[in-house]
């Protein structure tokens, strides 16, 4: 059976970003087929107020293709930012260590729950599509306060419930595919204010109107099975997902909604 109750499986966390290689499957997917082409990443750069010796935290960086925008940005390099990014998967803080060689950021090992920083450190702290995977998100959520200026600000980027998984289990339904109902995924649009205002005295949220338009299914199909939440589904129903989502299409696309936006909170 499909266990989406996955997205806060440490270990089968682990093993999903132990490389790089589901993240860039995942992202290549959303730049071919979004019909918003502006891009969630560089969205969400275009929202951060970067102001001059600013010191900054991004947790689950992931690859870090957030900071490509920082290094292109003639005007953000005369700021001498104090950046560090960080993830808890050797995997990833290994990739991001070689890509970011002798460039003017620091990256290191952390996990959320246990934030290595002083009281009172960082101007901004930036948490994008990663705090779903966090298993006692209110604990996650008091250490970024905790080292957080007390004028600065919390970014964290997710999704919605009625997006692009809802979509997908709408269809294995359909299908008759078992998967665990009982989700316990921590941080969504749906239930983030409600989270970040245990923690924070002011939490605004930034919708991203976008959707995908499919030609190929197969590209879908291995989205989909690069999920860690979706690690439970057998590749002997590939040919029935196919099917069914080729017949899912109008004109010869498969629409797909996407719901995804991003909060800011301050103390």
């Not at 995924?185 to 749906?190: A, K, P, Y």
Request: aromatic share 14%; charged share 25%.
């Amino acid at each position: 059976m499909i266990d989406i109750n996955n997205m806060s499986n440490k270990t089968v966390i682990a093993e999903q970003y132990k490389n790089a290689n589901n993240l860039k499957l995942r992202k290549s997917f959303h730049e071919k087929y979004s019909v918003n082409k502006l891009g969630f990443q560089r969205w969400m750069f275009g929202q951060y107020p970067f102001h001059i010796k600013s010191k900054v935290l991004e947790l689950g960086s992931g690859r870090g293709e957030l900071w490509n925008y920082y290094f292109e940005s003639d005007r953000l390099q005369d700021y001498e930012m104090d950046i560090t990014l960080s993830d808890f998967s050797d995997g990833m803080v290994d990739y991001l260590t070689h890509n970011y060689l002798g460039k003017r950021i620091s990256i290191k090992k952390i996990d959320i729950l246990d934030i290595p920083f002083e009281k009172d450190t960082f101007d901004l702290i930036i948490a994008n599509s990663m705090l779903y995977h966090v298993r006692d998100i209110d604990l996650a959520l008091s250490e970024v306060k905790r080292v957080l200026k007390k004028d600065g600000l919390f970014y964290c980027a997710t999704f919605g419930i009625n997006g692009m998984m809802q979509y997908l289990y709408h269809g294995l339904d359909k299908l008759g595919i078992p998967y665990n109902h009982e989700s316990n995924i921590s941080f969504t649009l749906q239930n983030g204010i409600l989270l970040l205002k245990k923690q924070f005295s002011k939490v605004e949220l930034y919708d991203y109107e976008d959707e995908l338009v499919i030609d190929k299914v197969e590209d879908y199909l291995e989205y989909i099975y690069s999920m860690a939440s979706l690690q439970g589904l057998d590749r002997k129903n590939y040919n029935i997902l196919l099917e069914y989502f080729n017949s899912k299409k109008i004109n010869g696309y498969l629409h797909i909604p996407k719901e995804y936006g991003m909060f800011v909170a301050s103390i």
